[in-house]
């Protein structure tokens, strides 16, 4: 007679494990797999939460963000089980803002659920405490239906739809405390309503308005203006709820900035606008895209200083700047930018030139005790 025997046998999934990516010197150099491995899992959460590949960033175009650390300092923490990687937290800080930082969290869908995600977030609060930080900051990406969502955040402007990563970071203690909508243009439709559009906004702001425009490098006559300009971002641009500190910029810390954009490949046209009596940069606004002329345009930073509102600034450096484009890069099929759903202002230029919403983002914030 023969007998069967069976073994039981107990399988033990890998340990996981959470480290520091070593930052390469150069795309090319042996150790930089690791670096192309977390650009190609940023991508791909984009494009899973989102639905969209308007967000895809190259390695070429991230590693000098990675690589300067004198105004911000970004680390990323890889989550390895086994030797592959399962997850990432990249934690980012401002060197001379003490207050914040923020953590972009990114898990793949088929590795959500077996506390990756919980860990990566707990490793990331811990490391915030250690610099003394005492609020952390994070982001949800949301696709196009998320404004008929259940969250609400505190400004009571928007709504998001209840992502696993959103549960995370609500049952983690953080609060909602802004929604921004992705909106884009069509940069292939006929620009003639913008050429409208923009004739007007120049005959009310009149004289004491002139539109000045540059390519990147910023000229060395410039900096200073374009340095307050950009400070003013943190203080003028609604920001609901998130703690955000008072930043300072300099000529120096434009060239700084200048160069970490075009170090990776990027082009950026500053069309702002001068109040011709005092010389201030009353308004900016920016657009940049990578290597690829034929990818999506993004829009940095806009602003219109709080002084000089009521002019219709806003509409003369987003609609010059998209007139400019044209002899930049005039196969990009559009141009993507986030604005805060509070920013009403803003939000009726956009729609008023053609832009329409893609997708919604959550800003989250959580206290540290």
């Given amino acids: 007679m023969n007998t069967l025997t069976t073994t039981n046998t107990t399988t033990t999934a890998p340990a996981l494990t959470i480290a520091e990516m070593r930052v390469p010197a150069r795309l090319d150099d042996a ?45 990323t923490l890889l989550a390895r089980e086994g030797g592959a990687i399962v997850g990432a937290a990249v934690l980012g800080y401002g060197v001379a803002e003490p207050t914040s930082a923020e953590v972009d969290l990114m898990v793949l869908p088929e590795h959500w659920g077996r506390g990756i995600e919980q860990a ?45 990563h959103a549960q995370l970071l609500a049952d983690s203690g ?42 990147l490098p910023t000229p060395p006559h410039l900096r200073d203006g374009y340095a307050w300009a950009l400070s003013r971002m943190s203080t003028d641009a609604p920001s609901g709820g998130l703690e955000v500190d008072e930043e300072t910029w300099d000529a120096e810390r ?16 500053v069309v702002a606008v001068e109040h011709v009596p005092t010389g201030v940069l009353a308004a900016f606004n920016e657009l940049a895209i ?21 002019h219709r ?12 484009w044209r002899g930049i890069a005039p196969e990009s099929p559009r141009i993507s930018t986030f604005n805060a759903e509070e920013n009403r202002p803003m939000l009726d230029i956009n729609e008023a030139m053609g832009f329409r919403p893609s997708s919604y983002a959550g800003a989250w914030q959580k206290k540290l005790d």
Wanted: proline share 3%; charged share 25%; glycine share 6%.
């Fill in 254 to 269: 434009i060239s700084r900035r200048d160069a970490r954009i075009l170090d990776g490949g990027q082009r950026m046209s």
């Fill in 31 to 75: 150790d930089a797999a690791d670096f192309h491995a977390a650009v190609a899992l940023n991508n791909a959460i984009c494009l899973s939460d989102s639905g969209l590949d308007d967000f895809a960033s190259t390695a070429e175009e991230m590693l000098p963000r990675w690589r300067t650390n004198a105004d911000h300092v970004t680390r």
């Fill in 174 to 215: 953080f609060t909602l405390e802004q929604v921004e909508r992705s909106s884009v243009y069509d940069l292939q439709a006929d620009h003639a309503p913008v050429e409208t559009m923009l004739a007007a906004a120049l005959a009310v702001a009149g004289a004491d308005y002139r539109v000045v425009e540059w390519t």
């Fill in 313 to 324: 600034l806003g509409q003369i450096v987003k609609c010059a700047n998209i007139v400019r």
């Fill in 120 to 164: 990566l977030l707990d490793r990331v609060e811990s490391e915030v405490r250690m610099l003394g930080r005492m609020v952390l900051q994070a982001w949800t990406l949301h696709r196009a239906d998320a404004a008929t969502g259940p969250l609400v955040p505190r400004t009571g402007w928007g709504r998001l739809t209840a992502t696993p």
């Fill in 290 to 310: 990578g290597a690829d002329l034929t990818g999506v345009t993004h829009q940095y930073c806009t602003l219109v200083l709080k002084e000089h509102r009521g």
